[in-house]
């Protein structure tokens, strides 16, 4: 099944479903809530895998795990620490033989809700998220900054968060930093007939200055499993060169003390 018919598809379906929502995994982009204070929230990515054959060498690059730290704050806020293990084989010919290893992704943020309404509102929720971005990637040096404004629309029949931002990053083998824009939009869709089985998706980008737009379309589930563990599966393709060809994730969400997050 192709992701852009599970986006239709999600889209048409959450007009007339009922919605609860999940947490964030498997999605790149966020939502305008926080654990409660004291706790925390951990999302762990079991696995991944994405292929990217253009500009250059093919490129397959294995996750064998990624982890967010989502601890409660007062005031309606978070800390969120997430890195991404990587090992990359940039020569891919139908063997893996790996090339490089790295951490992906690293960021430190602090996340804080400004203001929250009922659910079934078109009022969204709306979050701020600030941070740094750690240059653990190969070729990079320097700190990168991000900061993002989410909103939440907790709907009747559906469940949408939209995320805005930019900040600076530093592009491999430079010392210049750049500006950066991101931006996302995700649909939670639950399936009635299996009250704890969600469908989801996300369209997300990243536009670095000079460079061309890096884009993906995402589609996937997340279920709720025994003792509120939450597990998500989803596969994922760029649309244009910049992107990532294809790719798929899967993880597990759980909280430490209570669950749920704060709604």
């Not at 730290?69 to 620490?81: A, C, M, Q, R, T």
Request: aromatic share 12%; net charge negative.
């Amino acid at each position: 099944m192709k992701i852009s018919f599970l986006l239709i598809f999600c889209v048409s379906i959450g007009f007339i479903l009922p919605a609860e929502v999940f947490a964030l995994r498997p999605f790149v982009t966020t939502d305008a809530d926080v654990v409660e204070t004291n706790l925390v929230e951990i999302e762990y990515g079991i696995f991944g895998l994405h292929e990217q054959k253009h500009p250059g060498p093919d490129e397959l690059t294995l996750e064998p795990s990624s982890i967010r730290f989502n601890y409660g704050l007062p005031w309606d806020s978070e800390i969120v620490l997430e890195t991404v293990g990587q090992l990359i084989d940039t020569e891919y010919s139908g063997t893996l033989g790996i090339k490089e290893k790295q951490f992906a992704d690293t960021l430190g943020s602090y996340k804080k809700v400004w203001w929250r309404v009922d659910s079934g509102s078109w009022i969204p929720n709306f979050a701020t998220e600030t941070g740094a971005i750690f240059p653990t990637e190969k070729g990079t040096s320097g700190l990168g900054f991000e900061g993002t404004g989410i909103f939440s629309w907790y709907l009747k029949n559906f469940t949408c968060h939209t995320t805005l931002g930019g900040g600076t990053t530093t592009k491999e083998f430079e010392h210049n930093r750049r500006g950066l824009f991101v931006y996302g939009l995700i649909l939670d869709v639950p399936v009635p007939q299996y009250k704890k089985l969600h469908l989801v998706t996300e369209y997300s980008g990243e536009k670095v200055k000079r460079s061309i737009l890096d884009h993906q379309l995402l589609g996937g589930m997340v279920w709720e499993g025994p003792k509120e563990i939450e597990y998500d599966i989803a596969g994922f393709t760029g649309l244009n060169s910049e992107s990532v060809d294809w790719g798929m994730t899967m993880g597990i969400t759980f909280t430490i003390g209570r669950t749920k997050k704060l709604r």
